[in-house]
């Protein structure tokens, strides 16, 4: 069973730090890997999608990486700002193009 | 382009009673899914659909139906509520041949009293 894992839970950082999510998986048998944003009381924002062939995707200051081998994918964050602050959710879909999501990353950025 | 929209917002219910959350997407997507998310979790697949007429269960099915009698719809119904379904409902939506992520609605805050 595809088990996926965030780690840190929680994270407080200033204002203009990098940062790295950490995000792990036990089947290295995924199609793709997305990483989205939740907003307290909203819903889910994508942000990056990596197809199982690929090895990152970028999106402004967002870059993500994934290493299917070892079953572990980061979400760096470069000149972190407060509106930066929200839940960071990493998923894996598996071959029925289902979802399995991680509990999240709460991220505050502090100014 | 309203993507993926969920009615209602927020419902309080009482133990035992039934209800059906409505699911409506306007991008033509075949699959369908209902989710769960409690405190501090991620979220869990109660049910999905791959096409109209179909249906499949997901990690967290039982308390739950669905169907999927158009296209665009999908219904997720609870027979007889129990506390333990409080929880924050999302549906979402997508063409995974496209390469395109899910589409997520807003929510539905479910409480069981």
């Known amino acids: 069973k595809q088990e996926v894992t965030q780690i840190p839970a929680a994270l407080s950082v200033p204002e203009g730090e990098n940062l790295v999510l950490n995000c792990s998986f036990t089947?290295?048998?995924?199609?793709?890997l997305q990483w989205f944003r939740q907003d307290p009381g909203k819903g889910l924002t994508s942000l990056l999608l990596?197809?199982?062939?690929?090895r990152e995707q970028t999106s402004g200051r967002l870059n993500a990486s994934l290493d299917k081998s070892s079953g572990r994918s980061t979400l760096y964050i470069a000149a972190s700002q407060p509106g930066d602050s929200a839940t960071y959710l990493c998923?894996?879909?598996?071959?029925?193009?289902?979802?399995?999501f991680g509990s999240g990353t709460r991220l505050l950025v502090r100014p | 382009n309203a993507g993926v929209t969920q009615t209602p917002k927020f419902r309080v219910l009482k133990t035992g009673q039934s209800m059906t959350l409505l699911c409506a997407q306007d991008m033509n997507h075949e699959y369908m899914y209902w989710y769960r998310q409690d405190p501090g979790m991620g979220l869990r697949l109660i049910h999905y659909s791959v096409g109209e007429g179909t249906t499949a269960k997901g990690e967290v099915p039982d308390g739950y139906n669905v169907s999927r009698l158009k296209k665009q719809n999908f219904l997720l119904g609870l027979e007889s509520a129990a506390p333990s379904q409080t929880s924050v409902y999302f549906c979402?939506?997508?063409?995974?041949?496209?390469?395109?992520?899910?589409?997520f609605g807003d929510g539905t805050r479910l409480s069981i009293l």
């Open positions: 979402a939506s997508s063409d995974p041949g496209s390469g395109q992520p899910q589409h």
């Open positions: 998923a894996v879909m598996d071959s029925s193009y289902k979802l399995i």
């Open positions: 089947d290295s048998a995924i199609y793709n």
């Open positions: 990596i197809q199982s062939s690929q």
